[in-house]
């Protein structure tokens, strides 16, 4: 047999050291991967082992002016379930459709599919999450969760506004002010493995989450349900479309209501309000046309409308004529009932016309010849220089979403028709809310301000964190205009058109407005009214408009009374105590009294009922008939016994 | 006594050795490794299977049977292989050659397909694959050829006349198993070297290996890729085990995570019990713990050497090298692979990978090995 020889050996030896050598050198690979390349690579795989789990933060809540919770958390559930821990899918399956009334093929989809977290149901109320919980069953996660709660419901639905599915704000403030409400999630970093199953006992890290803070406004939820309640009274009576009421102090800008009735449930944001499905079948509804009529709901149209403002616009055009002196209250006007302006009959709104006037009796009486004839004297330069002084052609910057800009005549295209219907608040549109900075800025002393609800902002300690504060500009009409105004507007209610919103003892003044919506053949009206009081000091200005009010649609009938009924009782709310003069003091004395049914009653019954009652006023009956259909005052109001009955007849 | 005396006749006392140091070198890496399996495959068993000791208890069952079968082979006489067998009057290592080209045969036609590869064998409950055990048939084999007549290796022809018996199992083990080919035939070449004494040819027969690797891994396109995969690993797609297992290596840093704390086998490293096993040990242990098992295998390796130089015939040392070149290369390409520092092929590591069939034809091997240890004489001092 063949022997082991030496070079056998060597040759041994040889393979031996190259192994030897390949060895040193994969080790020294090893030194460069575990030394140099370890921090690199091992963060790298640390990325791929963690998972983050977001911890919701709390969205800020909203608070009234007095410190009353608009808008704030409850807390509920999100309900999912990981594949790969589902021991009992068939049981899990049954108890999570029952639970959560999902169907058991929805559920069941989502249960067998091979994913690391499927999520079942969000917002599930926090009793049924803890009944899941309770149960423990395999696979299942109930997760922590905040769903925005507004304690009263529809209370000022197109202000606050609501949020969707991530918390975040959608319309109204809440969107306004997200970056302020909207907290900063924290996160869960957890150890996974490859198929995303957490590992048990692994050390987790925890970012905590941060709440949002907090948002007091200027609302007052009081002064709104004030309103509220007079607008739905009057949106019921006048079987009218909307009623928008806002209710501001003329000093800084403070909005403390704003109504636009019908409102919409924010906790149910998504439901169609009864009054849009009405006349229509819904389950017909495509996704569009519902979107479409859901953002037709959650809009805001006291500040997303524009609108001829009508009558009441004659404050602007007044004030600018003052100012301007090219009128004094004494100056004589003649008005047939019409007012020819080149080719055109431009008719007043009393047909048989308001005959010899001074311009204060002009106001007074809101004739439109007499403001043609002032606004002519102003020439277009004149007035679109107070236009814009009072803001007419900006937007108010008010802090909610979607502010409509107004639509004005392009100055080069005005004549004299244009500007002949101007100066009586025709032919041109602005937002209601720009009408009321306007007549603030009117009865201010010529201050501008900026129409606000936001007030603070505070943290989740409760100390304030911002004031929010916001631009004015003074001087926009001189302090004399002003004054000269306010004792104008005092006498169109004490005296004129408006004095269905007088109130003895609190000097309200104001100016009445019906505004012909367009098209104008299809006789559609807008009747609304803006008051302020009191007269001398004004603590607050209110503007109430009814869109298509049925049957009477006279501001100065349907939309007057119903800044009085919530001047009534918000002048006193608000601290501004009623001083009665002595011709008041004499007058009303005579006390008052509640307006009976009328309704269905001939005339004699209508005078039998009002003398027992001792009723000292005049009765106006309107159309032709014997039988009363429509009344104002409505039934139950409180009228002084010499205040007016206007009765419509059939 | 006698026996030695009738020898040299110059050397009076010659002592029986048995090669302690390399029984429990490996007992120490077969325990190892059934450590590490545990570690790594209890995830993936208690995932799959419900039982955190699923493949540990296979193995386990594997590592039991392999070392008795190494007990038993180093009791015999390594030189039974040539002894002829009674009726067919072949050699036994004739015939351990002819079966294991018909196993070879037999699994290309009726083997099962596991990831698309045709190379295991059913058996009852456990399968196997030849080319393991081929690869102990190559070993005494070319040894057997060799030690026929060792001066013809001088000459190159004499290598290509070993060749050309070496040829046909390597030809059928090639065509399933390209990695295995490969390992086998730097075991031929490694053997060849050792029995040759002339250098020359070998840088020729070099030339001629690389040409014909070039063919293999150029020639068929999963392997082109494969050159692809390992120059840029950080964003192939098909480089994520590679990748995941240099996350494991380096995540690992001086001292590593601690036993059983590693993350990437957690389902990011698939399989990690398998050839991918040193990339969880470094995660594990560390630079220190892989360079620890570095070192046993070159204890191993040490020991082998020793046996093949002290072999008492060239056969014997022969088989010492050829079971030398066998465990050297393994561990070196399974390491070079894991490390990304030559594109990846599936070989796993010595003793230490999961996989039945692999363990037992090793531990049959150090048996053999064992056994010629057991045949060297030394004088007493």
């Known amino acids: 047999m063949a022997r082991n020889k030496t070079y056998n050996k060597r040759n041994v030896l040889i393979v031996f050291l190259c192994v030897v050598i390949a060895a040193s050198l994969l080790a020294g690979r090893l030194t460069y991967l575990m030394i140099f390349r370890s921090k690199d690579y091992a963060a790298r795989a640390e990325d791929l082992h963690e998972r983050e789990r977001p911890i919701k933060a709390a969205r800020g809540l909203i608070y009234d002016r007095n410190g009353q919770i608009i808008a704030t958390n409850k807390p509920v559930s999100t309900i999912s379930v990981i594949h790969a821990q589902v021991t009992e899918p068939e049981k899990v399956i049954e108890v999570l459709s029952s639970k959560l009334g999902l169907s058991t093929d929805y559920v069941r989809k989502r249960v067998e599919k091979n994913s690391s977290l499927e999520r079942i149901k969000s917002n599930v109320e926090k009793e049924?999450?803890?009944?899941?919980?309770?149960?423990?069953?395999?696979?299942?996660?109930?997760?922590?969760?905040?769903?925005?709660?507004?304690?009263?419901?529809?209370?000022?639905?197109?202000?606050?506004?609501?949020?969707?599915?991530?918390?975040?704000?959608?319309?109204?403030?809440?969107?306004?002010?997200?970056?302020?409400?909207?907290?900063?999630?924290?996160?869960?970093?957890?150890?996974?493995?490859?198929?995303?199953?957490?590992?048990?006992?692994?050390?987790?890290?925890?970012?905590?989450?941060?709440?949002?803070?907090?948002?007091?406004?200027?609302?007052?939820?009081?002064?709104?349900?004030?309103?509220?309640?007079?607008?739905?009274?009057?949106?019921?009576?006048?079987?009218?479309?909307?009623?928008?009421?806002?209710?501001?102090?003329?000093?800084?800008?403070?909005?403390?209501?704003?109504?636009?009735?019908?409102?919409?449930?924010?906790?149910?944001?998504?439901?169609?309000?009864?009054?849009?499905?009405?006349?229509?079948?819904?389950?017909?509804?495509?996704?569009?046309?519902?979107?479409?009529?859901?953002?037709?709901?959650?809009?805001?149209?006291?500040?997303?409308?524009?609108?001829?403002?009508?009558?009441?616009?004659?404050?602007?055009?007044?004030?600018?004529?003052?100012?301007?002196?090219?009128?004094?209250?004494?100056?004589?006007?003649?008005?047939?009932?019409?007012?020819?302006?080149?080719?055109?009959?431009?008719?007043?709104?009393?047909?048989?016309?308001?005959?010899?006037?001074?311009?204060?009796?002009?106001?007074?009486?809101?004739c439109n010849p007499v403001f043609m004839e002032v606004g002519a004297r102003l020439g277009i330069d004149n007035l679109y220089k107070y236009f814009r002084q009072l803001g007419l052609f900006n937007k108010t910057g008010v802090d909610l979403p979607g502010e409509a800009s107004s639509i004005m005549h392009k100055k080069e295209n005005v004549e004299a028709v244009e500007l002949a219907t101007i100066s009586f608040g025709q032919s041109f549109q602005i937002t209601p809310l720009q009408l009321l900075v306007a007549a603030s800025a009117v009865v201010n002393g010529g201050k501008i301000v900026t129409p606000h609800l936001g007030m603070e902002v505070t943290n989740s300690e409760g100390n304030t964190i911002k004031k929010l504060e916001y631009p004015e500009k003074t001087n926009v009409i001189s302090k004399e205009t002003s004054e000269t105004m306010k004792m104008l507007l005092e006498a169109v209610v004490s005296d004129g058109t408006g004095k269905r919103a007088y109130l003895p003892g609190f000097r309200v003044g104001g100016k009445t407005a019906t505004s012909e919506k367009l098209p104008r053949s299809e006789n559609k009206y807008i009747s609304s009214f803006i008051g302020f009081a009191p007269a001398d000091n004004p603590q607050l200005i209110g503007l109430v408009l009814i869109d298509e009010p049925v049957g009477i649609y006279y501001g100065g009938t349907i939309a007057a009374p119903v800044i009085g009924e919530v001047f009534d009782n918000v002048l006193p709310y608000m601290g501004v105590e009623a001083s009665y003069t002595e011709e008041e003091k004499e007058e009303y004395d005579l006390g008052t009294i509640v307006v009976p049914n009328l309704l269905n009653k001939d005339k004699n019954e209508v005078k039998k009922l009002l003398n027992d009652l001792g009723y000292m006023g005049e009765i106006y009956y309107l159309g032709e008939g014997e039988i009363v259909v429509e009344q104002f005052p409505l039934m139950g109001e409180k009228i002084d016994k010499t205040s007016d009955l206007i009765l419509y007849l059939q | 006594m006698r026996r030695s005396e009738r020898g040299k006749g110059r050397r009076k006392l010659f002592h029986t050795y048995y090669d302690y140091s390399l029984l429990f070198l490996v007992l120490f890496l077969v325990g190892f490794g059934l450590i590490m399996i545990y570690s790594t495959s209890s995830f993936n068993a208690e995932r799959n299977f419900g039982d955190a000791a699923y493949y540990l208890k296979k193995q386990g069952i594997f590592g039991l049977l392999g070392i008795g079968v190494m007990l038993f082979v180093s009791m015999f006489d390594y030189r039974l292989f040539l002894k002829p067998l009674p009726i067919i009057r072949i050699r036994l290592v004739t015939l351990f050659y002819l079966i294991c080209m018909g196993l070879q045969v037999y699994v290309l036609i009726f083997g099962r397909v596991v990831k698309g590869s045709k190379r295991w064998i059913d058996l009852g409950p456990f399968g196997f694959q030849p080319s393991e055990l081929s690869k102990v048939a190559l070993i005494v084999f070319v040894s057997y050829i060799i030690q026929l007549a060792p001066r013809k290796l001088d000459k190159f022809s004499g290598f290509m006349r070993v060749a050309v018996f070496a040829a046909p199992l390597l030809l059928l083990v090639v065509i399933p198993n390209f990695s295995t080919g490969l390992i086998m035939g730097v075991i031929f070449v490694g053997i060849c070297f050792v029995a040759s004494r002339k250098k020359l040819y070998f840088i020729v027969a070099g030339l001629l290996g690389v040409a014909a690797g070039a063919f293999f891994i150029f020639g068929v396109d999963y392997r082109g890729e494969r050159i692809e995969i390992w120059r840029d690993i950080e964003t192939h797609p098909k480089g994520y085990q590679i990748l995941q297992g240099l996350y494991a290596i380096a995540s690992g840093g001086v001292f590593g995570k601690g036993l059983g704390q590693s993350m990437q086998k957690l389902g990011f490293i698939p399989e990690s019990h398998n050839d991918m096993i040193f990339s969880v040990i470094c995660e594990e242990l560390g630079l220190f713990g892989a360079v620890s098992v570095i070192l046993l295998y070159i204890l191993v390796i040490w020991r082998l050497f020793i046996i093949a130089i002290n072999a008492p015939d060239l056969f014997g040392g022969l088989i010492a090298t050829g079971i030398l070149t066998h465990i050297s290369i393994q561990v070196l390409i399974n390491i070079a692979v894991v490390t990304n520092t030559i594109p990846s092929t599936g070989i796993p590591l010595p003793f230490i990978s999961y996989g039945g069939s692999s363990l037992v034809f090793l531990l049959f091997e150090m048996g053999i090995a064992l056994s010629i240890s057991n045949q060297i004489k030394y004088e007493k001092a």
């Open chain 1, 128 to 366: 049924i999450a803890d009944e899941i919980r309770n149960m423990k069953l395999d696979g299942v996660m109930v997760d922590e969760d905040y769903k925005r709660y507004y304690p009263y419901g529809d209370l000022a639905s197109k202000v606050i506004g609501f949020t969707g599915a991530d918390n975040q704000g959608i319309v109204g403030l809440e969107v306004e002010y997200e970056k302020y409400l909207k907290g900063i999630d924290g996160t869960i970093l957890t150890l996974t493995t490859a198929y995303g199953v957490e590992i048990k006992n692994a050390a987790e890290e925890r970012i905590e989450p941060k709440p949002g803070n907090n948002l007091k406004i200027s609302l007052d939820v009081n002064m709104q349900k004030y309103a509220e309640q007079a607008a739905k009274k009057v949106l019921e009576a006048k079987e009218a479309n909307n009623v928008k009421i806002i209710l501001m102090s003329p000093q800084n800008g403070e909005i403390f209501a704003m109504v636009n009735v019908p409102e919409f449930d924010l906790n149910e944001p998504f439901n169609l309000i009864e009054s849009m499905t009405r006349d229509i079948e819904t389950s017909v509804l495509s996704d569009k046309e519902k979107q479409d009529l859901l953002n037709q709901m959650w809009r805001n149209a006291s500040l997303s409308d524009t609108y001829e403002p009508g009558s009441s616009f004659k404050i602007v055009t007044a004030a600018a004529a003052i100012e301007e002196g090219v009128v004094d209250l004494d100056d004589q006007f003649f008005c047939p009932g019409y007012k020819i302006v080149e080719d055109r009959r431009i008719r007043c709104h009393k047909v048989g016309g308001h005959g010899s006037q001074t311009f204060y009796d002009g106001i007074l009486n809101s």
